[in-house]
């Protein structure tokens, strides 16, 4: 079945640990987007990609950075966790060539660095 | 600046009352306007979008350009229409989500 998955669905980790959060979709969309979401507040894209070889930053200054090396993926890293970078981190993606189709959402992970 | 408002964090009504979810943006452009639904354990995902002009579980919006509104409206609630509402604005290859509001229906 088509769907958006997301991997680990929750994570607590010390500071300053590597994470890499997964994001695979088997939809065949080119789009694919990472959102940061803070409780009671709006979504923040912080990046996105048009395919593969193709990553660009969102409108939030994140210190993650993302690959898109494969079209059904893609992760995101944080090379150094902080407490900073605790929020729930959602993942979507969408298909066509136009800008605004619409957008389909992972189940999220949420993070919580110690 | 390009910004969705969403003025209620929560609103509840009673099981078969009128139901109206504000939003107000501001763009320069031509605006795209969608809203989004979560419902409980559930996956954020697309409700409708102004430019299809259609009614989905009975909620529609119209976009009205001179009051930069994109009201969710419904003329009867549901208990099943509990979730949490985000409106957004298709800006500048993104979208731009609002704060999100809490619609309770209670029985």
């Known amino acids: 079945e088509a769907d958006i998955y997301q991997t680990p669905r929750y994570l607590v980790i010390g500071t300053g640990k590597k994470i890499t959060l997964e994001c695979s979709q088997t939809m065949g969309h080119d789009k694919m987007y990472w959102y940061q979401q803070d409780p009671g507040m709006e979504l923040h894209l912080i990046h996105y990609s048009y395919g593969v070889n193709s990553t660009e930053k969102g409108d939030l200054s994140s210190e993650s950075t993302v690959s898109r090396i494969r079209t059904e993926h893609f992760p995101l890293t944080l090379e150094s966790a902080r407490p900073s970078h605790t929020s729930q981190y959602l993942c979507a993606s969408s298909e066509g060539q136009g800008v605004w189709e619409t957008q389909y959402f992972g189940p999220g992970t949420r993070l919580l660095v110690l | 600046a390009q910004r969705v408002t969403q003025p209620e964090k929560l609103l509840s009504v009673f099981k078969g009352a009128p139901v109206e979810l504000k939003c107000n943006y501001s763009?320069?452009?031509?605006?795209?306007l969608f809203w989004y639904v979560q419902y409980s354990r559930q996956r954020l995902q697309l409700l409708l979008r102004?430019?299809s002009r259609e009614s989905i579980k009975g909620f529609t919006a119209d976009l009205n350009k001179g009051e930069t509104s994109f009201h969710l409206k419904k003329p009867f609630a549901q208990e099943e229409d509990s979730a949490m509402y985000y409106c957004a604005l298709g800006a500048t290859n993104k979208l731009i989500f609002g704060t999100g509001t809490l619609l309770a229906v209670q029985p």
């Open positions: 763009y320069s452009g031509s605006p795209e």
């Open positions: 102004h430019i």
